[in-house]
Every structure is written in C-alpha cells, then in structure tokens.
C-alpha cells in the first residue's frame, strides 16, 4: 500500500479525529463565550462506523497513532464504541485521547477497558478564580483534578497535562503545576499559546516562551535535557535532576516544527485538515456517503496528501521576525496585525486541536 509524501517529503503518520465540535467548557482562549457557535448539525457529525472506516484507510497509507479529541470528546455518547473499534484496527499502535478532564470520574475505566492507551487532560489553573475565568465559567477545577485521578485510578499513565501559559493570566502558576505534577503517574506539558481559535485576543505579547517556561522551572526545580522519544514527537523534554519525573514544553510559536509535521485532522463533519492553522479542509465525508470504495478514498487521500505544503507556523515566525527586526514603524504594525489577523486562523474547536 502506498505511503505518500507531502511536498516537503512529509509522511502521514499521526491522525487527531474530533468526534464533536461541541464542548461543555469555553476556554476564552478557544471558544470564548461571548460568540454564537454554529455547530455542525447531527446529521452532518460523522457516525462511528464512518470514522472507522476512514480510520483504517488511513492507517493503510501510514498512520499509526490516533488521538481523539473535539471539541470535547466526552460528550459523544458511547465513545468507548468508538475507541473500541479503533483499538482493533491492526497497525494502529497508539490510541490517545485529549480532553479537559470534566466527564472523566465516569468515564476513565470503561474507555482504559475499551482499549484506550493514553490520555491527555488539559488544565490550565490550580487556582479556582483563574481555572473558570479561563473555562469561560463552565465546569469545576475540583471535578478535572478528580478526572485525572481516575485516569490515573484506572491506570491511563502517566496521564498528560497540558497546559496553555498566557502572559499575566496564569503564567504565575508555572512552578506550582509543575510542583503538582511531578512524580510517574504524570507528565506535565507547557503549550505555548497560540494564535487559533476564534476571536481569541492572541498576541505575541501574551506569549511565554519555552524557553522562560524552562528557566522558570529550573531556578527551582532543576532541570536537565532528555532526549526526544520520537523525531516528530512535539516535545521538549526535561528530567527533573532529583528523578521526579519529567516536564514537557511545546513551542509551537517560538520553535515552530513544520519540518516533522507528520500530522493531519479529521474534522467532526468529516473535512481533513493537513494543519491546524489550514482555513479550507478536503470534505471526505461527502464521496464517502456518496458510495466511493475504500480503494478510491485512499488515492484521493494521496492526492490531498500529496499536495500538502503547510507550514503555517514557520511562516509566522518568519514574519513576527520580519515585524520586529523592523522595529515598532507602520509596517511593522501592519506585519503583526496580519499575523494576528492570520487569513489562515481557524476555529480549533472544529478541527479538534
Ligand atoms: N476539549 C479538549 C481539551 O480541551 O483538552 C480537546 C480539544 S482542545 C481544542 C485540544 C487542545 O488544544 C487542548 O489541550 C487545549 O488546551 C489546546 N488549545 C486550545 N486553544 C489553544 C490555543 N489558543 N493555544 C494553544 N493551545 C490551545
Ligand atoms: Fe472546550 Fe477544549 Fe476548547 Fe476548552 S480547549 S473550549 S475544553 S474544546
Ligand atoms: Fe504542522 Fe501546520 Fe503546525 Fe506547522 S503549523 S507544525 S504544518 S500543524
């Protein structure tokens, strides 16, 4: 079976499929609730068996890992159907599961049961005020931190945190979470906050590097280098000196890593997206529905593929440098208000980030 490469030589080897684009949180930095969403219509949502088949036609032309996220992937009934049908698909190695924890008290077992492998849970605050001002309101930090105990419980380890650091929101919570989580059972990773999501008042200037993410941590906790564990895995790792475990740091903006992007999305109606930032997706659900064998939604998916040049955060970098090497004029200005307009800025909420 065919493998195909993008136009940088890319493989497609990762796959995060949203199961809805709907969630019970409204993360300001994501689906602020001040918006009106037009959510996909049930009709529209992919069913179980859809996702399934385009699942194994994708493990056939390289993917291997699967992440399923939203939205928020709890609130789609029997999900541990899904997860099941998944965890059977022979060449499938790693079945993931990103969510914001909530629902997880009644749903770790049966899903650990069902065959799921790891869970991601995203936590931005240990401080009540700051976790709701930051989940728009919705849901309760005491009802996440259960849900990562029962991920834990049902031994779903290390359960992954991850964490968006947003200048002056929670950026004075760094080396506390990361006192929090250090141990086995966890592996807490610093996201840096990027320019996704509708309407979400992003800019530069709310971003935390890595870097000083690292230097934070360290001049209490002390750090070393560890190395990757994959090449396109999108982590950095640290080890904690005293062996308490491990801390990760994704610099989506500052270390943009196109380069290894291996990765594509399936939306919750059945669009691929080939980068989280791609404005337009390639709709797979309509040939599907329409009656295209498995044979012909593989050479369209290697067409798709095969067309692939995104590299949306490199292009970023290059033009934020471009801003600032020309310090603070009009074009300037205009330079960092295109990358904050960012054309190509999409709804992650949709694609399921
Ligand atoms: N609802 C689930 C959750 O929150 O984990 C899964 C979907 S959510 C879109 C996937 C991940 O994207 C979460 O870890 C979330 O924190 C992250 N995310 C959302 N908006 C982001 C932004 N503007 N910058 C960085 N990460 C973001
Ligand atoms: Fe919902 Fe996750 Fe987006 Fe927060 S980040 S609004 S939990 S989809
Ligand atoms: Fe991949 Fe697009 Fe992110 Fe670059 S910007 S790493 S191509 S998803």
New binding site residues.
Partial sequence: MSQPRDQLGRSLTDLRISVTDR?N?R?T??MPEDREYDFVPRAEVLSYEEILRLARIFVSRGVHKVRV?????LLRRDLERLIEGLAAIEGLDDLAL???GLLLPKKAESLHRAGLQRV???L?SLEAATFSRLAGGRGDLAGVLAGIEAAAAAGLTPVKI?T?VIQGVNDHEIVSLARRFRGDEFVLRF???????TL?A?DPASVVSAEEIIRRIDAELPLEPAPRRHANDVAKRYRYRDGGGEVGVIA?ITEPFCGDCTRARLSADGHLYTCLFSAVGHDLKAPLRAGESDAELGERLDTIWGRRSDRYSEERSARLERAAASGGSAEASDEASDVLAGEARVE??RI??
């Fill in positions: 969630c949180f993360c930095f994501c996220t939203g939205g928020e992937p990103t969510t914001n991601t849970v995203s931005h991850n968006v996201i840096e906050y990027m320019d996704v999501g979400n992003w989506s992650m909420f399921g980030g």
